[in-house]
């Protein structure tokens, strides 16, 4: 049997390093330098969305429900806005015409977005809007002036991110926002979302655990990161039955191209999360 004494010294030992490795682990402000860093990144994660084109495939599993299989489709910025997305595949099967014209409205709307961007480009006075992260399909705003330092390991920095949003139904304090930058290059590399603690939406779901990650990549040394993977899982309940899921989404076949309309002098879109 341990004497008593030595056991309240291991008990005392086990708290202190607990102490230290949640000190260690508790983000820490930003310095100067780092906060520049991080402001650098942001700037070098806009995409350039007219100029590459790729082809994506998105896989979703759910625990409840018709399994259903991959979703195929290729973006390409240099056709006409009715003709940029291409589906080949929906949920395995062969596009129908139903959906043939669901991606051409889709494309179409993308023109007309691209149009507003490239008017509003026109005004003396404007200033490209702030990088924004979806949630939900709702936008937050992350705080650019005040990021945290999560981790540091040799030649990358982990930034937690603040982020608020004008909605009210947007529970931003339950999402922990992690970016992870390339010291040397000033890119991005990685960003995480995760669920701090659950949440519900509209009453009839609740959000118990969840966290979804893009990954960046280089394709071309002359320009910025594109945005080559997402991928995410999550834990839910919709009306008390237990549903759990995940998604992945990869881009390749990375092609530069000319845009469609190279007379619209449009703003380099800021940097969206994928719908969580």
Excluded: C
């Excluded at 495939?57 to 195929?72: W, Y």
């Excluded at 026109?122 to 949630?135: D, M």
């Excluded at 909605?167 to 701090?196: C, G």
């Excluded at 594109?226 to 237990?242: H, K």
Aim: aromatic letters at 8%; hydrophobic letters at 40%.
């Amino acid at each position: 049997m341990v004497p008593r004494a030595v056991r309240r010294l291991l008990l005392t030992a086990s708290l202190l390093l607990a102490a230290t490795v949640a000190a260690e682990d508790r983000p820490r402000p930003a310095r100067p330098d780092e906060v520049a860093l991080f402001k650098a990144a942001m700037q070098n994660s806009r995409q350039d969305t007219e100029h590459w084109a790729y082809t994506e495939t998105a896989t979703q599993h759910v625990s409840k429900g018709r399994q259903r299989g991959d979703t195929v489709f290729r973006f390409d910025p240099s056709k006409p806005y009715g003709d940029q997305f291409t589906p080949l595949l929906i949920e395995g099967k062969p596009p129908t015409e139903r959906q043939l014209k669901d991606y051409r409205k889709r494309g179409e709307r993308r023109g007309e977005r691209v149009a507003r961007a490239a008017e509003a480009a026109k005004n003396p006075a404007f200033v490209p809007p702030p990088a924004t992260l979806r949630i939900g399909g709702s936008r937050v705003t992350p705080d650019l002036e005040h990021p945290l330092v999560a981790r540091e390991e040799e030649g990358r920095i982990t930034f937690e991110v603040p982020v608020t949003s004008k909605r009210k139904d947007i529970p931003v304090d339950k999402f922990q926002v992690l970016i992870t930058v390339n010291r040397a290059t000033r890119l991005p590399e990685n960003v995480m979302l995760r669920i701090r603690e659950s949440f519900r939406v509209k009453l009839i779901a609740k959000i118990k655990e969840g966290e979804a990650s893009m990954d960046f990549k280089v394709v071309d040394p002359q320009f910025a990161p594109v945005l080559a993977a997402m991928t995410g899982d999550f834990s839910a309940s919709v009306l008390f039955i237990p549903v759990n899921g995940n998604f992945t989404r990869t881009r390749t076949e990375w092609k530069r191209v000319k845009s469609y309309d190279e007379r619209l002098q449009v703003k380099i879109g800021p940097l969206q999360l994928l719908d969580f």
